[in-house]
């Protein structure tokens, strides 16, 4: 491939042969983004468990829910291209304690927002700002650790979705014993964490930083044409959990008959599930070629996608399917971005991350309204799991028969 993107002559110790030495800088560095990540993923789906409980005092359709839940999934997946390529300019140290605090904001104004519908979108555009850091931490983390060691650092970060799994277990408990806790605690929680993170994350010393215009910066990254291709794969595997992290409640409620508490448990073990797998997922990359992790999870994934669309009883047989699927989906996202560290340049990190991570975000956003237009229209989601394990199959392919050349000289 020509645009393999190998780092330039002038790029940091740990970028180059024997700089495999990881400084302490960079273990707090990840602890502290991780954290971040997961709290802002937390703010980011702060909605989706609530969904049901919303519907018995707002009445909506299963359209209209599956659009609340899918908005704030839109604007955060967005604004990771914007935010990817600042962070490029002006550093994580900036971007991530500023993206945390503003976050605050529309975490606080969903309390007078729950009434109204209208109210509910028009703050969960704002809330997806949340979903913006995963493009701050990625760079940073990919600065601090040597090429050989990304693949499992990445995983690690990446373990911050672990917020979607938090907020499907606690967001509606809290919510039952007090409707404004939720919101008062992540708000309390966003601010303690913006205000450590002045002080706790540190840009790598002597990170390059692009002098272009933030238009030109995203038109290169554009051009690249593994960009695209690791956007694809990134919206099947992340894409995936974020869908089911934002629509397995209203599934499990609608479909099995769960309570709204339970339905929200169950959908916190899937994301636990997929959360621990992306680390594994990243760690098997630095050992085995990504290309022929992802093609192996995503494989597996297309399977179980459809025995899922045969509408298994919940116990064994759903459950078994959701987590083996979770498992796959996150073994996926660690090793598709343990992909972006070994091909893309050093200062374009920030950029490719930012339209990765926001194809991954869009290909959550889709889902949720494809299932429920189809179980509006057909009362079922056999379809909805059938083209999952279509889109599956096709990353499988195409991950083992192209991808496994990107990274390599030539």
């Known amino acids: 491939m020509s645009t393999t993107g190998h780092a330039p002559s002038d790029q940091p110790a ?3 042969p024997g700089g495999d030495r990881v400084p302490p800088a960079a273990w707090r560095n990840l602890v502290t983004a991780t954290l971040g990540f997961t709290l802002t993923f937390w703010a980011w789906n702060l909605v989706a468990p609530l969904a049901s409980d919303l519907d018995e005092q707002l009445h909506m359709s299963s359209f209209a ?8 999934v839109l604007v955060g997946s967005l604004g990771r291209v914007p935010a ?4 490029d300019r002006y550093g994580a140290r900036l971007m991530f304690p500023l993206v945390s605090a503003l976050t605050i904001v529309p975490v606080l104004l969903l309390i007078p927002a729950k009434e109204s519908y209208g109210a509910l979108i028009a703050v969960g555009f704002v809330l997806g700002l949340g979903g913006t850091t995963f493009a701050i931490g990625v760079p940073l983390v990919n600065s601090w650790f040597p090429p050989a060691r990304r693949g499992a650092a990445l995983g690690v970060f990446g373990m911050g979705m672990g917020g979607v799994a938090l907020s499907g277990y ?3 408990r809290m919510y039952h014993h007090s409707e404004n806790l939720p919101f008062l605690v992540l708000a309390a929680a966003l601010a303690v964490y913006a205000a450590a993170a002045v002080f706790l994350i540190e840009d790598r010393p002597g990170r390059p930083v692009p002098t272009t215009p933030l238009t030109t910066r995203l038109g290169q990254a554009g051009r690249l044409r593994v960009t695209w291709e690791l956007s694809a794969l990134y919206a099947i595997g992340f894409g995936g959990i974020v869908a089911f992290g934002v629509y397995l409640p209203t599934y499990l409620k609608t479909w ?11 959908a916190a073990g899937f994301a636990l599930v997929a959360v621990a797998f992306r680390p594994i997922g990243g760690w098997l990359a630095d050992r085995v070629h990504p290309a022929v992790v992802t093609s192996f999870a ?3 994934v297309s399977l179980l996608a ?5 509408d298994p009883a919940l116990n064994p047989g759903a459950t078994i399917c959701l987590l083996v699927m979770a498992a796959g989906l996150g073994t996926a996202s660690g090793s598709v971005f343990a992909l972006v560290a070994r091909v893309t340049p050093q200062p374009r990190v920030g950029s490719v991350t ?6 991954g975000g869009l290909g959550g956003f889709v889902p949720p309204l494809v299932m429920g237009a189809v179980y509006s229209a057909k009362d079922s989601y056999s379809i909805g799991f059938m083209l999952l394990s279509d889109l599956a199959l096709a990353g499988c392919v195409y991950a083992y028969a192209r991808m496994r050349e990107a990274g390599r000289p030539g």
């Open 14 to 16: 740990a970028e180059r």
């Open 65 to 72: 829910q599956s659009l609340l839940v899918a908005v704030p």
């Open 84 to 87: 990817g390529a600042l962070t």
């Open 170 to 172: 606690f967001t509606p």
């Open 256 to 266: 099995y008959g769960l309570s709204p508490t339970d339905a929200g448990t169950k």
């Open 298 to 300: 995503l494989g597996t």
């Open 306 to 310: 459809v025995v899922q669309s045969f």
């Open 354 to 359: 930012g339209i990765v991570g926001a194809m």
